[in-house]
């Protein structure tokens, strides 16, 4: 079957495009699409190695950042801005699920915090900081990576993470409702399991974790990066325009299930 780049559209002509952890996993995949459908892509990674190999393969622009850093991410979308002109999709996508946060009665406070701070005030910090562009502009689209963890529970908890995933869906709802009339659009991207070296990482460590969870997808794999990143870019056109402040489900039919297919 061919891939996502075989009939990319061209959706991003003009636009510049900021994806943060683009150095692998969704964000790459998120990186290669947008480019490929005619965005300048500025890749943002806190791995200097991936980061710019990223921004070569795309032919954007790589800026180191730290997300948790409120300079950091302000200084990005000041490169952005000053080297394109313009920031019209921000893919706030950088995030970790270290095998510290586990269940809430072995999860420390320290790795409670060290996921907060990186998958849910990175994307507030991410927010804040491109949301003034955007409203000079006229336009935007912010799609703020949560997951499907955000609408349902998991006896297998990663407690943090699942907050913090959830806390995003809320806030990008929240920030959609508030800047809609002003032709700024926020989305919770929010995919089921999929195939990065984080998850192959995680289940590598849990065998038995991931056999679990893999018979509960419905379709009975996880999803590629290409197949999140094609709703990366739908979001990021002017084809979602009437899409705004929506938890954006690319599960598998995973949140649909109450009996998976044998």
Sequence with gaps: MAGPAATVCRRLVGRTAVVTGAGSGIGLAGARRLA???????CADIDPERGRAAA?????????????DPGQVEAL???AYGTYGSVDVAFNNAGIS??????????????WRRVQETNLTSVYLCCRHVLPYMRRQGRGSIINTASFVA???AATSQISYTASKGGVLAMSRELGVQ?????????ALCPGPVDTPLLRELFAKDPERARRRLVHVPMGRFARPEEIAAAVAFLASDDS???????FLVDGGISGAYVTPL
């Excluded at 270290?98 to 072995?106: F, N, R």
């Design 179 to 187: 800047f809609a009339r002003e032709g700024i659009r926020v989305n």
């Design 56 to 68: 070569e393969e795309t032919g954007g622009l790589y800026v180191a950042a730290d997300v948790t």
């Design 151 to 153: 609408v349902l529970g």
């Design 241 to 247: 325009s009437f899409v705004n402040a929506a938890e």
């Design 98 to 111: 270290p095998p510290d946060d586990d269940s809430i009665l072995t999860t420390g406070l320290d790795a």
């Design 77 to 79: 979308f000041e490169t």
């Design 36 to 42: 490929a459908e005619g965005a300048q892509v500025v």
